[in-house]
């Protein structure tokens, strides 16, 4: 409920490399891994594969994702080619229907026809169709107006095919290739302004609110990047996930690594870790120290072993007794974790030591939940509906208060109306406040917006 891109596993195996050069419906296949179709389009815990109904929780409303099975009726059996190439990258389906950019069409933009074509002849021909329909997406007065996405459109849609920079190696293109356009790395590390378009100049991956999670800063900076990564953690985290020392994935970056990025060949992996070093580096304002580089185990003698979570009722407790009790039987009165690594360190780990509290937050609320290389990976949530025992919002905040005095950015504090914001799904943006009473504001906004733009242009083109 907390993330906008929740999913489901995707039950296909990682295509032989050999297969994907030849069989295009294969390359498709490989392709909508790599672009991860499956996350949005197919209800987490469906077999019924990209039959949509996936209500994402973005911040105007639920937007429903549509069905995209071969299904003659209620998918698009009966899309050409040229039909569905507009739809993956203009936004605009084959009823002519703007679509929102929920879809991710922005990143997809950049596709080859030679991809488009494959991934096609995927949807069409390996792709089991389900006479479903796929429920109404309905927002609130003016989100509902779908036409003011052509303005959107005009001034955030950057209408071009990837072209290959000749005095970069193969590698790198390929890397550029994978991380704008078809993983969409952007469209979760990158800010949005507040038209919810991606701010993709000087800001580019320099970390996102999503919904409850944050999405760090991915740029090659080395204080607030990721320039203290060896190329072979880069790959490990992308893998599995998890790199000791430094991170684990959890919320939707965890869902990435499940469905889609752990079935990329090495070969991609090299390349979208060759690109990640160039990206240029963005310092995140106040951080002086790489969020992996903070904090330090307790100094502690406490006996966890055998002390489970389920055992005791911890409705009084707070801080370090929730601590000893909800926590460290994994991850150790220390915080170091096990030795075997299974239960992370929570000293020198990003998600306690960065510039944002959100990531431990949403861990403590809503767990981490991962399956990479055949292993499952499970941290229970202490949120509602918790199988061990729901924390509430103050005793989350004094909790991760002492975890961050203790092990992680001791600069850094939690309030309980911050964990109840999360608990909720994030902060809204500005643009979201505008339905309802503020009738017609945002159409009015874009439009004069669209009219600014266009009149600078032309200003420009005069000069
Ligand atoms: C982050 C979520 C997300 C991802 C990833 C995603 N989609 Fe979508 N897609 C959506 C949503 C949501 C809609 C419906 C948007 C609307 O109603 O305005 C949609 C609509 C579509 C449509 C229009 C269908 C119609 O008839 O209206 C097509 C075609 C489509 N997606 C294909 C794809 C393909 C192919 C991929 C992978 C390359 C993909 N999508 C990846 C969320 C996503
Ligand atoms: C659906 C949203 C989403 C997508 C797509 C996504 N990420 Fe992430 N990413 C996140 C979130 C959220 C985190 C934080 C996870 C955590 O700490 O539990 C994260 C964490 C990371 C980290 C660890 C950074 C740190 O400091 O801990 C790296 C590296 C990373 N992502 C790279 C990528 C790359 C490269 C891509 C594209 C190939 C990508 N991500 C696609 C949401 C996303
Ligand atoms: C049953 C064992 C277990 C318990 C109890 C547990 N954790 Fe975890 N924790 C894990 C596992 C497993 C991971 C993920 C390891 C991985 O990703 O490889 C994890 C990951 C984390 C992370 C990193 C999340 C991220 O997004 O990067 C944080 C922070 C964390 N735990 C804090 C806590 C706190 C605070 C508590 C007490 C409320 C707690 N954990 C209780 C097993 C546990």
């Not at 990682?14 to 296949?29: E, F, H, L, M, Y």
Request: a negative charge; proline letters at 6%; glycine letters at 10%.
């Amino acid at each position: 409920m907390a993330s906008a891109f929740a999913q489901e596993k995707t039950p296909v195996a990682t295509p032989a490399a050999g297969q994907v050069q030849s069989d295009p419906v294969k390359r498709g296949q490989y392709l909508a891994i790599a672009a991860d179709c499956a996350a949005c389009h197919t209800v987490p815990g469906s077999a019924k594969l990209f039959a949509g109904g996936y209500a994402i929780d973005s911040p105007m409303g639920k937007i429903y994702s549509s069905n995209i099975t071969p299904s003659k009726q209620y998918g698009i059996g009966n899309y050409t080619e040229a039909e569905f190439a507009r739809a993956v990258r203009e936004g605009v389906n084959a009823h002519g229907t703007h679509l929102y950019p929920a879809m991710p069409y922005p990143s997809y933009a950049a596709m080859t026809d030679e991809d488009v074509a494959a991934l096609y002849a995927y949807f069409m021909q390996g792709v089991q169709p389900v006479d479903e329909a796929a429920p109404e997406t309905r927002l609130a007065f003016p989100f509902n107006v779908r036409a003011s996405m052509a303005g959107w459109n005009l001034l955030f849609l950057h209408n071009q095919r990837f072209a290959p920079d000749a005095s970069k190696s193969a590698e790198w293109n390929r890397g550029k290739y994978l991380v704008d356009t078809l993983a969409h790395c952007a469209e979760c590390h990158t800010p949005r302004n507040a038209m919810m378009a991606l701010e993709d100049g000087a800001a580019s991956y320099s970390g996102s609110q999503l919904g409850s999670w944050h999405a760090p800063n991915i740029t090659s900076d080395a204080v607030s990047g990721l320039g203290g990564w060896s190329d072979a953690e880069l790959a490990a985290y992308l893998k599995t996930g998890h790199v000791a020392g430094k991170a684990q994935a959890a919320g939707p970056m965890a869902e990435a690594v499940t469905n889609s990025l752990q079935h990329l060949t090495d070969a991609d992996v090299r390349a979208i870790v060759a690109y990640l070093r160039t990206i240029p580096a963005v310092r995140t304002p106040g951080q002086a120290a790489p969020s992996y580089a903070q904090g330090k185990a307790a100094d502690t003698d406490a006996d966890t072993i055998g002390l489970r979570p389920m055992q005791v009722n911890m409705a009084d407790m707070k801080g370090e007794e929730l601590y000893a009790n909800a926590c460290a039987s994994c991850h150790q009165s220390t915080g170091e974790g096990t030795r075997d690594g299974f239960y992370p360190s929570l000293a020198h780990n990003t998600a306690v030591g960065g510039a944002s509290v959100d990531n431990l937050v949403a861990a403590i609320l809503f767990g981490v939940d991962r399956e990479a290389g055949g292993k499952h990976v499970l941290m229970p949530g202490f949120g509602p509906g918790s199988e061990v025992q729901a924390l509430s919002d103050a005793q989350v905040a004094s909790l991760a208060n002492y975890v961050l005095q203790q092990f992680g950015n001791a600069a850094l504090s939690v309030t309980a109306a911050h964990v109840a914001e999360l608990r909720e799904g994030g902060p809204t943006p500005a643009l979201a406040k505008l339905a309802g009473p503020a009738v017609g504001i945002a159409v009015v906004i874009v439009l004069a917006l669209v009219v600014l733009l266009l009149a600078r242009r032309k200003r420009r083109a005069r000069h």
